[in-house]
């Protein structure tokens, strides 16, 4: 993503090497921009943002505890705990989305 390439010059970290073409660095999966004299001109990106999210739909959840745990237990674990509906997991992994 091109916000992704907003990197402050000096905090640029190299990903290619000398003469490389700005297409053979974006292929690569890095960021290029020859605008700023004597800092790399392609480099890595910054990281993806993420979050965690408790998925709504119920029948997506992936169980995370045992029957019975009680919801403390199961978010002292890093899960989520929802007492509905039955027949699902009630603790459950959180979902990784990108912001």
Do not use: D, L
């Amino acid at each position: 993503a091109k916000c992704q390439c907003k990197v402050v010059p000096r905090e640029r970290t190299n990903c290619g090497y000398p003469g490389i073409s700005a297409a053979e660095c974006k292929r690569i999966g890095c960021c290029f921009n020859a605008s700023v004299p004597s800092v790399p001109w392609c480099y890595n990106p910054k990281p993806k943002k993420v979050k965690k999210m408790c998925p709504n739909n119920p029948y997506t959840r992936i169980n995370c505890g045992h029957p019975g745990i009680k919801p403390r237990e199961c978010t002292k674990k890093g899960c989520c705990f929802r007492a509905h509906p039955a027949g699902v997991p009630w603790c459950f992994y959180h979902r990784v989305v990108e912001e």
